[in-house]
T-cell receptor, first 113, second 113 residues
């Protein structure tokens, strides 16, 4: 079946450290891939997306590249800030039909000053 | 300001009672969705609606019901048949059913006492 696997958290970093959160997927067909961020007590916000192989999504210093050969969409940021502390969700949507988002379990990031 | 509103933010209910969660959007989106989030897990789809007066079951519809009488509104009722209703509930919408970006509301945290 279709699924998303993320690295387990929590990920704890010092401010200005480099961030990688791994995400791999299993899907039939050609999915679009997303990273959403959830701050404490809030809903989800779309962070970035990529709709086809080799696309790079980027926003607020975060980047992720759609790698079809490794079925991956790892999230990276060169220098994290305390304000980046949140839960990050990787997700996919399959093309065609209705928009069913399939989510990973989420990875909690804690950034310390 | 365009967006999705959910109310209330926190909701408490006694076991055996039905409760209705509100979701309203002023984005003029056709499609709306309800997700459930449990601690340490990704989101799971409860129900979705592609157009007014139409809705379909998602992956975990048992014990829930919805209606879509107006384009801007998609209320979710958690019935007494839902065995484990304590969770964070998120509503989302997208422009069209086959558009691959969903926008999320702030969520409602339901606690059954």
């Amino acid at each position: 079946g279709n699924s998303v696997t993320q690295m387990e958290g929590p990920v704890t970093l010092s401010e200005e450290a480099f961030l990688t959160i791994n995400c791999t997927y299993t899907a039939t067909g050609y999915p679009s891939l997303f990273w959403y961020v959830q701050y404490p007590g809030e809903g989800l916000q779309l962070l970035l997306k990529a709709t086809k192989a080799d696309d790079k999504g980027s926003n607020k210093g975060f980047e992720a590249t759609y790698r079809k050969e490794t079925t991956s969409f790892h999230l990276e940021k060169g220098s994290v800030q305390v304000s980046d502390s949140a839960v990050y969700f990787c997700a996919l949507i399959l093309s065609g039909g209705y928009n069913k988002l399939i989510f990973g379990a989420g990875t909690r990031l804690a950034v310390h000053p | 300001d365009g967006g999705i509103t959910q109310s209330p933010k926190y909701l408490f209910r006694k076991e055996g009672q039905n409760v209705t969660l509100s979701c309203e959007q002023n984005l003029n989106h056709d499609a709306m969705y309800w997700y459930r989030q449990d601690p340490g897990q990704g989101l799971r789809l409860i129900y979705y609606s592609q157009i007014v007066n139409d809705f379909q079951k998602g992956d975990i519809a048992e014990g829930y019901s919805v209606s879509r009488e107006k384009k801007e509104s998609f209320p979710l009722t958690v019935t007494s048949a839902q065995k484990n209703p304590t969770a964070f509930y998120l509503c989302a919408s997208s422009i069209k059913p086959d558009y691959n970006e969903q926008f999320f509301g702030p969520g409602t945290r339901l606690t059954v006492l």
